[in-house]
């Protein structure tokens, strides 16, 4: 006889299935909690499933079991944990974490199932030098809340909690800690009003009009600086970015000097939370790590900080950066990693709570959509709750500008939605965009946040994988071709993902109901490097042929309606060494490498000019699908392959009145036909420009092999 699959539900019913139904006898179970024997009321059953209603309620404190002659199973708690019953009883609306003041410091902490809790204050960071904490007990309010009031100075301790559950006793961070000691593996109590660099009341971050105004520049703190011709002193450190003019050996402008010149307006970091003492020790940072593999959400990383022991160093040197890049004219935006904790058990969620912060399958199993081990259960009101605390947090304390979700299609419609009300709350220029992938994840098709549902998201972007794959070529298939790079037949994908990839009825194409909505990239940290990719599918073409598919594929993102999106040091056609996944491959594959942009310099200066048009130009930065569907108008009877479009009208409020741009991906001259009128040519495969760099008459322009032509006229 075998007992599977026992679930408590809710607080009254409990199912499990049993294997031998013929001499299962249903008089001999028993349902234990704790030292108590549960009444049963009645039971049904189902094939060979029983569903059990009791007559006293659950205790969580206590284990359940499902008794039968020498059998004894233990019911998974996780289904019970997400009913609607529970987070109605549970759901704790107080702030968390610590409050500290000179006088006294206020620790708050939320686990229903603990049977203790005790605060331990300790004088050093480490773990390892066994030192004895100071022991204080706190008192359990309701709503599973834990509180305690500690009336001394406690800044520069250190605290840990020690929570008895499940007749276990574990020693945890505090998930809600805003400070942290050296590896992250003690809370760190600090005055947070000393963190804040002179003036950053007054720091304050450039205004966009609309979401379309921005171009996101993806960069990490490590590779932008670490390469030993950057010019810059902190390398691989937050402070190397508040170096404001430093050059390389060739006199060319690296770091934060590059990114000016070349003109982004949004800089999206890769994980700058704490991730785990296991990925990259912060005493001796020599190991690489991407660092999506999160440990303390609230605290930024400390091998990004010259000085990891002090937990002060790491809060004051990341807001000094994001001073910096703010006063230099730059937003900033952050990378979460909500959806997914570095490890499945030895974590601060499962020691404090065991059950509750992650997803799980019916039969106990965790749900793995992330495939890193576990998915975090958003929909559950504590998580959701931990989620936008964490995101108001950084906005509120460290002014971040924009979120950038990774694996948004893990989390649920609600909390997603919630974020952005809250964010809208603060300001409502904060950007929230993500990966809107659908994974497969213990969660309803249509309760995630992903592309799917993008209606149901409003004002949440999400990465366009249909423009990517239709320019460049599948990310899967290492030799598949796009549209820039030689494949044919892609026209009308391409024109639909040119007018922000609204969804059309009619033509069954289309995913978005908004150009806000979607993130125009061909490439980002996954996956080959656009070069890599180019260099990989098109082998046999000559260096400037790859050159020239390079910048038509960005020309077409930076001249397309949506967020136009970078991967740093694709404007020096970056590569990886044909590394499709460098996570924890070396500085010598991640690192920007400045001597690369003396070599591209031509590409960075396409790259450059053509993000100033963008920016001088609100044609091409249209915020509503109605203006896109009255201003961006086609051209028919282009030769096979290319695409001509023209933005008619002053669109949305251009200078220009028509702007036509029109893209060759073939490899021979094509002669086109135009509108007759006198067209200003400003951009070739070679240049780009603001004034006219020839005036071309009449109805008939030439197109260049592999490129994109734009015109203006004003007449
Ligand atoms: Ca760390």
Request: proline fraction near 3%; charged fraction near 25%; include cysteine.
């Amino acid at each position: 006889m075998t007992i599977y699959n026992v679930v408590a539900m809710n607080f009254n019913k409990v199912h499990f299935m049993v294997d031998d139904l013929l001499n299962f006898k249903i008089h001999r179970f028993i349902i234990k909690n704790g030292d108590d024997i549960l009444k049963i009321n009645h039971y049904e059953v189902f094939e060979n499933k029983f569903t059990i209603l009791l007559n006293s309620t659950i205790n969580i404190k206590e284990e359940c079991f499902v008794i039968y002659e020498d059998l004894k199973v233990k019911a998974n708690y996780s289904t019970l944990f997400s009913s609607k019953e529970f987070n109605y009883k549970y759901y704790c609306d107080s702030d968390l974490g610590y409050k500290y003041t000179k006088d006294n410091t206020i620790f708050k902490v939320w686990s229903p199932a603990a049977k203790n809790i005790s605060l331990l204050i300790y004088k050093e960071s480490e773990p390892s030098l066994n030192e004895k904490p100071e022991i204080i007990k706190t008192e359990e309010l309701s709503n599973g809340l834990w509180y305690c009031d500690v009336q001394s100075d406690l800044d520069g301790y250190y605290y840990t909690y020690e929570v008895t559950v499940y007749n276990k006793c574990y020693e945890a961070v505090d998930p809600y800690t805003t400070a942290i000691g050296v590896n992250g593996l003690r809370g760190a109590i600090i005055n947070l009003n000393k963190t804040n660099p002179d003036n950053w009341k007054d720091d304050t971050s450039p205004r966009l009009k609309s979401f379309t105004d921005a171009i996101i520049y993806e960069t990490n703190i490590r590779d932008i600086s670490i390469h030993h011709n950057s010019g810059v002193k902190n390398k691989g450190k937050f402070m190397g970015l508040t170096e404001e003019t430093t050059f390389s050996d060739k006199n060319i402008c690296t770091v934060l000097s590059h990114i000016k010149e070349l003109g982004i307006t949004h800089i999206q970091f890769m994980p700058i939370f704490d991730f785990s003492h296991k990925s990259i020790d912060e005493k001796n940072p020599t190991k690489y790590n991407w660092g999506y593999d999160p440990q303390n959400y609230n605290v930024p990383e400390g091998s990004y900080s010259t000085n990891p022991f002090s937990p002060y160093c790491r809060i004051y040197e990341l807001k000094l950066m994001i001073m910096k890049l703010h006063k230099n004219g730059f937003c900033v935006n952050m990378d979460v990693v909500f959806n997914h904790l570095w490890h499945h058990v030895d974590n601060n969620f499962q020691k404090i709570f065991p059950g509750y912060y992650f997803r799980y399958y019916e039969d106990g199993s965790m749900s793995n959509g992330s495939g890193c081990s576990n998915d975090t259960a958003s929909e559950n009101l504590m998580m959701r709750k931990f989620i936008v605390d964490s995101v108001k947090f950084w906005s509120k304390e460290y002014h971040i500008d924009g979120f950038r979700f990774d694996l948004m299609g893990l989390h649920d419609i609600e909390t997603m939605n919630s974020i952005r009300k809250e964010l809208d709350n603060i300001d409502s220029n904060i950007m929230l965009y993500g990966e809107g992938w659908n994974l497969n994840t213990a969660l309803d098709d249509d309760n995630k946040a992903c592309i799917k549902n993008s209606l149901k998201l409003p004002k949440i972007g999400h990465f366009n994988d249909v423009i990517r794959d239709t320019i460049k070529g599948n990310i899967f298939i290492p030799n598949d071709k796009g549209y820039a790079t030689g494949k044919s037949d892609l026209e009308s994908l391409l024109k639909n993902c040119i007018a922000a990839s609204i969804k059309n009825e009619k033509s069954n194409m289309g995913i978005f109901y908004n150009p806000c909505e979607t993130i125009n990239y061909v490439s980002c940290h996954d996956n080959y490097t656009l070069w890599d990719k180019i260099c990989v599918s098109c082998e046999n073409e000559s260096l400037e042929n790859k050159k020239y598919m390079h910048k038509l594929c960005n020309g077409i993102i930076l001249t397309s309606q949506g967020i136009a999106f970078l991967h740093s040091g694709v404007e020096f056609c970056r590569t990886k060494n044909m590394i499709e996944n460098s996570f924890t491959s070396l500085d010598n594959i991640n690192w920007i490498d400045w001597d690369r942009k003396a070599l591209f310099i031509d590409v960075f200066q396409y790259y450059k000019d053509l993000i100033n048009l963008r920016k001088s130009h609100s044609a091409f930065r249209m915020s509503k699908k109605e203006d896109i569907s009255s201003h961006l108008l086609f051209l028919s009877n282009m030769p096979k392959n290319v695409v001509a479009f023209i933005l008619k009208d002053h669109a949305n409020g251009d200078s220009w009145k028509n702007i036509l741009i029109i893209y060759n991906p073939n490899k021979n001259v094509e002669m086109v036909n135009i509108p007759y009128t006198s067209w200003n040519l400003v951009g070739t495969r070679d240049k780009i420009s603001q004034l006219p760099l020839e005036i071309i008459e009449g109805d008939k322009v030439q197109l260049a092999p592999i490129s994109m032509t734009i015109l203006y006229c004003n007449d």
